[in-house]
């Protein structure tokens, strides 16, 4: 089966290319990729598949509408402060569409905790999908600043999940 990272890596390459449709089948598990647009309802499509379950993931695209902006907004000075803090923290983003946990139980402690020291192994936490728990890796060193979300909370795909102060 496929490690998150090496799902991501396919969900940056179709959404990087003209591609609008990916299918990757091996050893029994089927990912499917499509991009909004392509023909296809752009809610995401399960399918059974013998062996194992298939894991589908849907890469977003772009369009020129989402980049136009809206007329801004008077910032205050705290604001201002805030995003310029933030520009120099790492986003851990959530891979999937799913249910985000900070622990592996209940009756565990979180994974990681603000001001906790993580590496590029560490895990942060789970994201679940399907009855598919999936562990989520901070990609990074360095120490949580901020966690985004609440647990139990159900995630999207692209959203921030935490961030980090790189070391």
Known sequence: MLKVQEIRELIKL???????????????????????????????????????????????????????????????????????????LHKIISPMVGTFYQSSSP??????????????ESVVCIVEAMKLFNEIEAEVNGEIAEILVKDGQLVEYGQPLFLVRPE
């Open 107 to 120: 009756e565990s402690d979180a994974y990681v905790q603000v001001g906790s020291k993580v590496n590029k």
């Open 14 to 88: 179709v959404d990087q290319s003209s591609i609008n449709e990916f299918t990757y089948e091996h050893e029994g598990t089927k990912i499917e990729m499509k991009k909004p647009g392509s023909g296809q309802p752009v809610s995401p499509v399960y399918q059974a598949v013998p062996v194992q379950a298939a894991e589908t993931v849907q890469a977003p695209v772009q369009t020129k509408a989402a980049a136009i902006e809206a007329p801004a907004a008077v910032e205050t000075a705290e604001a201002a402060k805030q995003e310029s803090a933030n520009e120099n």
